[in-house]
């Protein structure tokens, strides 16, 4: 299992940028796949970006070519370039990790989330 901490949230104004952080605790050779959500105000949480513990990386069509993601060799941190900001990118964003579990038997699927960071893009 792995733990997750949500870091980089707060106020930009559009057109400028934020680098969140998800830090990684536990067995991070479990983990498959660390993604970002988002959930703005009054709606249901949505995929903004993935990445594969091979660091395969896809993005959400409203993101691409503003936003990035990355993650360090270890993943113990994956983070979310933000640039080029819009309105609409306001929300809570939480970072999700997918894996398998192999601290002993029988192994176990895990589907484990952050607390999440605010993001307001607000002039």
């Known amino acids: 299992q792995v733990q997750l901490v949500e870091s980089g949230g707060g106020l930009a104004q559009p057109g400028g940028s934020l680098r969140l952080a998800c830090a990684v605790s536990?067995?991070?050779?479990?983990?498959?796949?660390v993604s970002w959500y988002r959930q703005a105000p009054g709606q249901e949480r949505g995929l903004v970006a993935s990445?594969?513990?091979?660091?395969?990386?896809r993005y959400v069509d409203s993101v691409k070519g503003r936003f990035t993601i990355s993650a360090e060799i270890p993943m113990n941190t994956v983070y979310l370039q933000m640039n080029s900001l819009k309105s609409e990118d306001t929300g809570v964003y939480y970072c999700?990790?997918?894996?398998?579990?192999?601290?002993?038997?029988?192994?176990?699927?895990?589907?484990?989330w952050g607390q999440g960071t605010q993001v307001t893009v607000s002039s």
């Open positions: 999700n990790a997918k894996g398998i579990a192999t601290e002993s038997l029988p192994f176990e699927d895990f589907d484990t």
């Open positions: 536990g067995n991070i050779d479990s983990m498959e796949l």
């Open positions: 990445i594969t513990a091979g660091h395969t990386m």
